[in-house]
């Protein structure tokens, strides 16, 4: 009888170091801060749970946290509900030019490329620049010739152009500049730039950033999205954060804050991911005057989301549920 006591206290006691010991994977994905127009609510709220399912899925099926948020930004990428690949804004000539980030948080690389025109996946680009190059960063012609080698099929800039991004840019060369945004077109725009962050089984850090950039930009403006600091940052030992920004001066403000590397900071001196989030976003609109919105995971699995824009489109997946939202103060959630 002792004998089987014994043994029994051992098998749980063994489950239970199995069950602390293994990360229970994560993802938390964004579809951009902004003054997002009602109508585009739903598309939204569609879009970020068709993503975060996506990204998910990898995790569930053994894949890494960086296979997690590239595939959540691929699915955003195709909508045209977001301002990433297909539906991105357009710069002064009419053009889509295309950025994107992504990084891993084990040993700090990062791949970056800006200047995209004529690829539907810039954040896979981006992600073979991190895995096949001494590089972390690419732009323009060399990041084209480096997608062609690397056997990224070409697609016709045009077929990048939605209608809505084709109106945007028309409102904003007969309206000015309160209407150069990431969102596009105020009333019925509010497309937005996207991200992910990861954690997987194995306790690593993944976060993917994409962008159009900002409607009506000049040609060649690079912003934050590809930025590593500014867009992005992932580290194992702290967490990892994906922003978005609206407004006056755009993803111009959080460069300059470098905003999701000061939350970074935040938390690595003892703050939390909520608190961290909100006092960086926070912060840089005191200081910037500017709207931004961060999402982050910190090392443990704990969620920070804040937005200082009117509304910001998220979701992520924690313990089989998916929790979503794009107001403030508001968390809904349905079964995964
Ligand atoms: N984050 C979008 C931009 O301002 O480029």
Not at 50 to 68: F, I, P
Not at 237 to 256: A, C, P, Q, R, Y
Not at 315 to 333: M, S
Request: proline share 2%; hydrophobic share 40%; charged share 20%.
């Amino acid at each position: 009888m002792l004998k089987q006591i014994i043994f029994i206290s051992i098998c749980v006691l063994f489950a239970l170091v199995i069950e602390s010991g293994a990360m229970k994977p994560i993802i938390i994905v964004h579809g951009g801060a902004g003054d997002i127009s009602e109508s585009r609510i739903q598309g939204k709220f569609d879009g970020v749970k068709v993503a975060v399912r996506a990204g998910y899925e990898k995790l569930m099926n053994g894949g890494s946290a960086l296979d997690s948020v590239e595939a959540a930004v691929v699915s955003m990428e195709l909508d045209e509900n977001f301002n990433a690949g297909y539906g991105s804004v357009l710069n002064l000539n009419g053009e889509v030019e295309m950025e994107a980030s992504i990084m891993w948080g084990q040993d700090l690389i990062s791949g970056a490329v800006t200047l995209i025109k004529e690829f539907q996946h810039p954040i896979s680009i981006a992600r073979k620049v991190l895995t096949d190059t001494p590089h972390s960063f690419l732009g323009g012609n060399g990041a084209k010739l480096f997608a062609l080698e690397k056997g990224f099929q070409q697609v016709p800039p045009e077929s990048l152009i939605s209608e809505s991004a084709k109106e945007a840019l028309n409102d904003f060369l007969n309206k000015g500049d309160d209407q150069r945004t990431e969102i596009g077109r105020k009333d019925e725009g509010g497309v937005g730039t996207v991200g992910a962050v990861a954690i997987d089984a194995d306790g690593h850090i993944a976060v993917a950033t994409s962008t159009g950039g900002i409607n009506g930009k000049m040609v060649g403006r690079i912003g934050d999205t590809p930025l590593i600091g500014g867009g992005t940052y992932a580290d194992d030992n702290v967490g990892g954060i994906s922003t978005t920004d609206f407004f006056l001066g755009h993803g111009e403000s959080i460069l300059k804050y470098c905003l999701a590397h000061t939350i970074i900071k935040l938390m690595e001196g003892g703050l939390d991911a909520d608190t961290a989030t909100r006092q960086a976003v926070n912060g840089m609109t005191a200081r910037l005057n500017n709207t931004a919105g961060a999402i982050t995971l910190s090392k443990n699995g704990d969620v920070g989301i804040h937005f200082s824009s009117k509304r910001m489109a998220w979701a992520y997946v924690k313990n089989d549920k998916v929790y979503y939202g794009i107001e403030h103060d508001q968390t809904l959630e349905e079964p995964l």
